[in-house]
């Protein structure tokens, strides 16, 4: 079977399950460093088979392979679209959500218009809503990276970079692309306790970040050592099951937005 038609395959199984409610958004809280207070969340999607629910790892990479990621990508912006008007309507806090951009955006010359279209569909300000483009994503193709950051961040979004660190060439983007926030990657912080090399690779990044004014989120955040490190450098938010786990929707709201 040749690319298209799996495309065109994945991508009607993929409306019907999004049509059947199969796939759900969960909320992973992002802290302050030094307040510890909620100051954002991702969205992570997850499937709902017989009950079970799938990760992302396991259907993703299907998606992404045909490209029928986007259509999927899409439904999660305008359920964080509904989800922001609902939280203005209930006068929760408003704090900025992040959406997860496959890199097939990139080459998409029309994203930028689907983007205003969803968000022209409800009450919603763009400086809530944050863009993650991973690294990688964007070392294939900076230059188109770089129109489609300026684009976005023209509409108002938020623009970071997502797993920062896990690609070859990482400082090159920062000097070419102007984000808002910058995403450590997780592998970054792995016996962190122990090896010094790692410390000092953080701190600089932190460092840099400061003075390029891009602010610093440290992903996969598991202990207090890791926290208490990230406080002594600087780092401005922290995400990770120290914290918290991505939860659902309703469990979020109740423990971190309603009084
Ligand atoms: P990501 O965007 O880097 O998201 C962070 C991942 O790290 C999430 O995995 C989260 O659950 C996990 N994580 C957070 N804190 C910790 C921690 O302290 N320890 C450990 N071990 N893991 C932690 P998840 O939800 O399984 O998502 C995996 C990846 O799937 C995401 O990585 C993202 O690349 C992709 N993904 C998820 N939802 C979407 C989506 O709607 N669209 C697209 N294009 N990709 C998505
Ligand atoms: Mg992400
Ligand atoms: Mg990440």
New binding site residues.
């Given amino acids: 079977m040749d690319v298209k038609t799996k495309f065109r395959m994945n991508s009607k199984e993929l409306i019907n399950s999004i049509k059947n409610n199969e796939f759900i ?2 909320l ?1 809280p992002k802290f302050d460093t030094i307040t510890e207070k909620v100051v954002g969340a ?5 499937r709902l088979k017989a009950e079970k629910i799938v ?3 396991e259907f ?1 990479p299907q ?2 392979k045909t490209g029928a ?1 986007t259509k ?2 899409m ?2 912006l305008e359920e964080v679209c509904k989800l922001q008007e609902k939280w203005k309507k209930l006068k929760f806090p408003l704090i900025p959500i ?5 890199r097939h955006h990139l080459k998409n010359k029309n994203h930028i218009n689907e983007l205003q279209k969803v968000i022209n569909k409800y009450n919603v300000d763009t400086n809530l809503i944050e863009l ?1 483009m ?1 690294e990688t994503t964007v070392i294939e193709d900076i230059l188109t990276a770089k129109g489609a950051a300026e684009a976005v961040k023209k509409l108002g979004f938020i623009v970071s970079m ?2 920062f660190g896990t690609g070859y060439s990482s400082f090159n983007i920062l000097k070419d692309i102007e984000i808002d926030i910058l ?1 450590i ?2 592998e970054f912080f792995k016996n962190l306790d122990d090896n010094k090399r790692a410390q000092i690779i953080i701190e600089t990044i932190v460092k840099m970040c400061k003075k390029l004014k891009i602010k610093t989120v440290a ?4 202990t207090k050592k890791q926290l208490d490190f990230l406080k002594k450098i600087g780092c401005d938010i922290i ?4 914290f918290s ?2 939860i659902t929707i309703d469990e979020f709201e109740k423990k971190y937005l309603e009084k």
Avoid: H
């Fill in positions: 958004i969960f992973q991702e969205a992570l999607v997850r990760m992302p790892s993703i998606y992404e990621i999927l990508d439904y999660v992040s959406i997860n951009e496959s993650e991973t997502d797993d995403k990657d997780k992903e996969g955040i598991e995400q990770g099951y120290y786990k991505p």
